[in-house]
């Protein structure tokens, strides 16, 4: 015969059980597959406002048109905590929303010459196809090289992006993944 537990046995059983899969849930969040929510314009006509992707982590090399999430303070160094104070639910009960996390494309790899002139960008010097872009560039003519260990990242609304071509070349320990599902 089967002795009858109490209340308090099944309610820890239960809490285990609560701390074990909220545990799982942020790690897998945190370095594997993590949602973001696109904020601003800078990717339209591809992602607008508010949109919603998912980024997975997991990845070391990334190719021209890869959608990535970086994180934009290229000064800064990341450890193995941010991705875990990014998470969703974490940053929310920190209070502390990473307004430094963008969405862009990738269109320069290292060692790769970039060029900006007559409206088009130029990757050594073929000019891109770029159908995603919905107008040409209104930038001053420059030239950048593409340093070893680094992206250029470019949002696809040229004309209204903060990207590479203002904060710099992206290290890739700041590329925190790579975008596979939007909605």
């Given amino acids: 015969m089967e002795k009858k537990r109490g209340f308090g046995p099944a309610l820890w059983d239960w809490t285990k059980t609560g701390i074990v899969a909220v545990s799982a849930a942020v790690v897998i969040n945190a370095y594997v597959l ?4 696109v904020k601003g314009e800078s990717m339209l006509p591809t992602l607008h406002n508010s949109d919603s992707t998912f980024a997975f982590k997991m990845q070391s090399s990334y190719e021209y048109g890869d959608i990535v ?24 009960l920190r209070g502390a929303e990473s307004e430094y996390l963008w969405v862009k494309r990738v269109i320069g790899k290292p060692g790769d010459t970039l060029e900006f002139r007559d409206g088009v960008v130029y990757r050594n010097g073929e000019p891109l196809k770029e159908p995603y872009v919905s107008e040409p560039i209104k930038s001053p003519a420059e ?8 992206v250029f990242v470019m949002g696809d609304n040229r004309n209204n992006s903060t990207d590479s071509r203002v904060i ?7 590329v925190v993944g790579k975008v596979i599902f939007s909605y």
């Fill in 34 to 37: 993590q949602a973001f929510q």
């Fill in 168 to 174: 710099g070349s992206i290290p890739l320990g700041n």
């Fill in 69 to 92: 999430i970086i994180d934009s303070r290229i000064g800064k160094q990341r450890s193995w905590l941010d991705p875990v104070f990014e998470h969703p639910l974490v940053a929310k």
């Fill in 143 to 150: 030239t950048v090289t593409v340093p070893v260990g680094h």
